[in-house]
């Protein structure tokens, strides 16, 4: 069935042919088949771009393949299909203690699909990506073949795979190892930094001291007040040293989103003057309170409880652009970035810092040592397209990358400038794929396999 299908940002909108197979047999026909020219495994579609589209070709939609298989309490090992999304783990898993070890800012995502783009989180800084807590998993291969990929077992595969945004194969089932917990609660520490140079203060200085941190940072603000950031820090919060009213249910799951965008807004209800005064107005009410007890839902999920969110960003839709910075050029790089966004009047409703521990060994992850900035900014007008490539010059300059799950526009040269292992990532995709029959539309636009357009 060919049908319209977009990621998250709504932009840009192409012509696919979807596939929704149950069992393996019929998922391995898809495959292997050659009706189509090409196929892509897609998720629950929360990717911004077109990392998850493959115009006029086939999509294999993986949700149907949700099923739990086993989990190793003594070891807080999970083995489930890849089409499980991250708030069906929480639902099930949460009441009986465990948590993601690591989690993106959406729990509407599938294991799959985190696996693909390697998230991280607010504790990367600590704890790295995802791929850091994937024991093993079993990858449906061009040739119809299942390999099973560890670490150590078909190394080299399992490193493309993380990160490798669906083009190395589909992933059927995947070990998660999830970590303990006592309460659903964390202890946040809110602080008000007065400009960007206050915030790295304040991270560098206590990063160790938080499991988790991050900062909603108000990209528009000018002068002294340029980067001026709320940072958000915590650490969970053992279940004796909750307050007595959370103390009967200490392991609550998070609330179901009430909230509902039921149309599309008008494309200019979020714009330079509009979001500049919300900006303006949360930092003056945001409050520097250390010790808030807060639920995990709002604290890592916050825009999860506004359901159809995008719709806010109108028919046009929103490029979400994630960088990062190495830390010796982070705050000339997030300056002249800030400053730029300013001066074009490119507002971005949410703007969000977080600081990067080490680069793990995904030959397509988006993560190093340094601060990364995302930004989700209207699209208003296809100057936006202009105004970005000189941001993709400017982070490459800087030693930077873009983050592919959020890409929509990067050019094939500077992505291939931004990624230095993207030629062993070719090896290894040249020989389980040799006739490219896993491709994306963010793949033929980034060249990713070489002479493939």
Known sequence: MEVSLSGWGRYPVQRCRVYRPESLRALKEVVVSGEERSVLARGLGRAYGDAALNEGAGVILQTRRNRFLNFDEAAGVLRCEAGVSLAEILDVFVPRGYFLPVTPGTKFVTLGGAIASDVHGKNHHKDGSISNFILDFDLLTADGEIVRCTPRENADLFWATVGGMGLTGVILRASLRLVPISSSYLRVDYFKAKNIDEAFEVFEATDEQYQYSVAWIDCLAGGRSLGRSVLMRGNHVPAEALPEKLRGEPLATGKKGKLVVPFDFPSVTLNYVSIR?????????????????????????????????????????????????????????????????????????????????????????????????????????????????????????????????????????????????????????????????????????????EGVQ
Do not use: C
Not at 404 to 424: C, V
């Open 277 to 449: 005064a919300f900006n303006a107005l949360y930092y003056r009410v945001a409050k520097g309170i250390p010790g808030v007890v807060v639920h995990y839902d709002p604290f890592f999920y916050p825009l999860d409880s506004v359901l159809h969110w995008n719709r806010l960003y109108g028919r046009r839709g929103f490029l979400q652009y994630q960088v990062v910075f190495p830390f010796e050029t982070s705050r000339e790089g997030l300056i002249a970035l800030l400053e730029r966004l300013a001066k074009d009047r490119r507002s971005s409703f949410l703007a969000v810092l977080k600081r990067f521990g080490a680069e793990g060994p995904g030959l397509l992850s988006f993560p190093r040592p340094g601060y990364t900035l995302a930004l989700d900014i209207p699209f208003r007008d296809a100057g936006l397209f202009g105004f970005l490539r000189e941001m993709d010059e400017w982070v490459l300059r800087m030693g930077g990358r873009v983050y592919l799950t959020k890409d929509a526009e990067l050019a094939p040269e500077i992505f291939e400038a931004m990624y230095p292992r993207l030629g062993q990532f070719r090896e290894v995709k040249g020989r389980i794929d040799p006739e490219n029959r896993f491709s994306s539309s963010l793949a033929r636009r980034l060249r990713v396999v």
